[in-house]
């Protein structure tokens, strides 16, 4: 038998996820859809890749089910995680064990084959991600990232984006080129210290307008700088992202989406109880029709087109 490697110790300073998040005040709409979540190995089933910048605590399919069902969640979009490369096999075996409650977000390279992926929508990928943050990544050329865009297009996959705001002027035209709709995590990573209405985050805005692109308003826990976190029983939450948030909630109604992003990869100030972000939900989206939108329609829309909430067992 081969010898069993031993794992890998979690990067220096990572918080695990919140062992014992409350239970929200806010009731979820039936149906809703946490569209931006991950798994984490675990990393004796499925090593995390050599690559990688970071090695993460475990976060396993059966704990997300268990967090979807405690926070009233419906239903997943499970993003692949930069830890585990393209070797999809965490995600897929989640999505496998879902129930049809989960798609995902698949992480691929230029020379993928269709076999691939097929095989990858089968098993409910609808899209793929392009990071473009520094720290996590090393540089994604655009001619690569071209050619896996023509290979998903013919599937109706989209393409996730994840960059951050200040690099928005270099990439916009590239992103504009790509033939499949965009989606963008967490806002684009606003600088919350500048003003909401400001020139960096309108550019954001008319990006947007201007191309065939979804925004999730995710992540307060990451774009906060002044808090407070989500903690203790705290009510109001991250302050001064709720501006830029219910700001995307309003100007872009049909094409916003909403996520836990658990377990809340590379946190090292505090991990924030993901009941208190639920209840977070009605400052940001601050109507019944809104709500709606963002946690429900928008993303069956997107994600299982033509199903309806009640066909979930």
């Given at each position: 038998m081969p010898t069993a490697v031993p794992n890998s110790p979690v990067?220096?300073?990572?918080?695990d996820w919140h062992p014992d998040p409350s239970s929200p005040v806010f009731t979820l709409p039936p149906g809703t859809v946490d569209t931006h979540c991950h798994v984490f190995g675990p990393?004796?089933?499925?090593?995390?890749?050599?690559?990688?910048?970071?090695?993460?605590?475990d976060a396993s399919k059966e704990?997300?089910?268990?967090?979807?069902d405690h926070l009233g969640i419906a239903r997943n979009v499970i993003v692949q995680a930069t830890c585990h490369g393209a070797d999809n096999s965490a995600l897929v075996d989640a999505l496998q064990a879902s129930d049809g409650r989960a798609r995902g977000i698949a992480t691929v390279r230029p020379d993928v084959g269709e076999r691939e992926l097929l095989d990858l929508h089968e098993a409910g990928v609808r899209g793929v991600r392009f990071n473009f943050v520094r720290r996590l990544v090393d540089a994604s050329p655009a001619d690569a990232l071209s050619t896996i865009a023509e290979k998903i297009a013919p599937l109706g996959w989209h393409i996730v984006l994840?960059?951050?705001?200040?690099?928005?002027?270099?990439?916009?035209?590239?992103?504009?080129s790509l033939p499949t709709p965009l989606v963008v995590d967490h806002m684009g990573r606003p600088d919350v210290t500048r003003p909401v209405d400001g020139p960096e985050f309108s550019r954001f805005l008319r990006f947007v307008a201007a191309n065939d692109v979804w925004v999730k308003v995710t992540c307060p826990e990451r774009l906060s700088v002044t808090g407070p976190a989500a903690l203790n029983g705290e009510r109001h939450p991250y302050a001064d992202v709720v501006p830029f948030a219910r700001r995307v909630v309003e100007e872009f109604p049909d094409r916003v989406l909403w996520g836990t992003d658990w377990p809340h990869p590379n946190l090292t100030d505090h991990m924030p109880d993901d009941g208190l972000l639920v209840d977070q939900v009605p400052q940001i989206a601050v109507t019944t029709e809104q709500r709606r939108r963002l946690l429900v329609d928008n993303p069956m829309r997107l994600y299982w087109p033509g199903e309806t909430t009640t066909e979930v067992a």
């Open positions: 990067t220096e300073g990572w918080l990393q004796a089933v499925f090593p995390f890749a050599p690559e990688r910048k970071y090695t993460p605590c704990q997300l089910f268990a967090l979807r994840y960059f951050e705001s200040v690099d928005l002027p270099d990439l916009e035209d590239f992103f504009g």
